[in-house]
C-alpha cells in the first residue's frame, strides 16, 4: 500500500487515464470523418444514379466533392482549434 501513497505513481495514473480519454476522443473524431466522407460519397452516387449520369451528374458529382472537401478543412481546422486553444 505505500506504493499507492507515492505522488509519482499517482501522477502517472493520472497521466494514463488523461492519455486514454484524449486517446478516445481523437478515435472518435476520426470516425466521425470517416463516417461524413462515407455519407457524402452515398449522396453523391445517388443523385447520379438519379440523373442517369446525364450531363448534371459529374457537374453535381464535382460539386458535392468540392462542398466535402471544403466542409471536411473546415472540420480539420476546428478540431484542432478546439484542442489547442
Known amino acids: 500500500m505505500k506504493v499507492l501513497k507515492n505522488n509519482v505513481t499517482k501522477f502517472i495514473i493520472f497521466s494514463l487515464i488523461i492519455g486514454l480519454i484524449i486517446a478516445f476522443i481523437f478515435t472518435i473524431k476520426g470516425l466521425l470523418l470517416q463516417l461524413l466522407g462515407v455519407t457524402l460519397l452515398i449522396v453523391a452516387a445517388i443523385i447520379c444514379i438519379l440523373l442517369f449520369f446525364t450531363i448534371f451528374g459529374p457537374i453535381i458529382l464535382g460539386v458535392l ?21
Do not use: N
Not at 466533392?65 to 486553444?85: D, Q, R, T
Open 65 to 85: 466533392v468540392i462542398a466535402g472537401a471544403i466542409l471536411g478543412f473546415f472540420l480539420i481546422i476546428g478540431i484542432i482549434g478546439w484542442i489547442f486553444m
